[in-house]
């Protein structure tokens, strides 16, 4: 789903070699634990958070983010998940607000932050994260993401980078790729706007 939002943007892009990525990545960690998972992903520098140009589309597109080892929190914890699945260990992506993380399915206390590299945390942890950027604490947010919300908040981060950088081809393709999704079905006004650069 992540490599179909980035062929939105991209419609040349090989999926087949982004997602034999995802198998290599899982090859070079065979019989990692989710800990070791993390650090060979992340703690070794391999993948790391782009703090200089954050908001960039390319740090919401999955392949963008294999190719330079660099993203935003939540396409790096789609690369963790990815992997994870690989070696069958079952990672789920975390929508906490304003931060994304990883969980484990059956571990409700696990957590990781791919952004920074860490693992291990713990849900207070998780809370202090929160709190550097935001108010009104809840424990709903540590709450499993569904995929297809992991997607949809893909689909908005790329909206507000497009937005940000005043760039309207991508952003009439997002809005486009938008009306595909349900959650969005209201915003059609905007996208019929949005698309009108192509008329």
């Known amino acids: 789903m992540a490599l179909a939002v980035s062929a939105v943007l991209q419609p040349k892009l090989d999926t087949r070699a982004a997602l034999h990525r995802l198998d290599t990545l899982a090859a070079q960690c065979a019989g990692c634990d989710r800990d070791g998972l993390v650090a060979h992903l992340f703690g070794s520098g391999r993948f790391q958070g782009d703090r200089r140009s954050y908001h960039h589309w390319r740090n919401s597109c999955l392949d963008q983010v294999l190719t330079r080892g660099l993203g935003m929190p939540i396409t790096l914890a789609i690369v963790a998940v990815a ?7 079952p990672l789920v ?4 607000p304003g931060h994304f993380l990883v969980g484990h399915e059956s571990d409700p206390g696990w957590f990781a932050d791919p952004f ?3 693992t291990g945390l713990e849900r207070a942890d998780c809370r202090r994260v929160f709190e550097t950027t935001g108010s009104g604490w ?3 947010f540590l ?6 919300q992991v997607i949809a908040r893909v689909l908005n981060n790329l909206r507000a980078s497009c ?4 760039d309207r081809v991508r952003l009439g393709l997002v809005m486009c790729a938008r009306q595909t999704m349900p959650e969005f079905a209201a915003e059609v006004h905007e996208a019929e706007l949005a698309a009108a650069v192509f008329n």
Request: charge should be negative; aromatic fraction near 0%.
């Open 138 to 140: 809840s424990e709903h």
């Open 163 to 166: 937005t940000l950088d005043g």
């Open 116 to 118: 920074d590299g860490t």
């Open 83 to 89: 992997v994870g699945r690989r070696l069958g260990i």
């Open 93 to 96: 992506g975390v929508g906490m």
């Open 143 to 148: 709450a499993p993401t569904p995929d297809r």
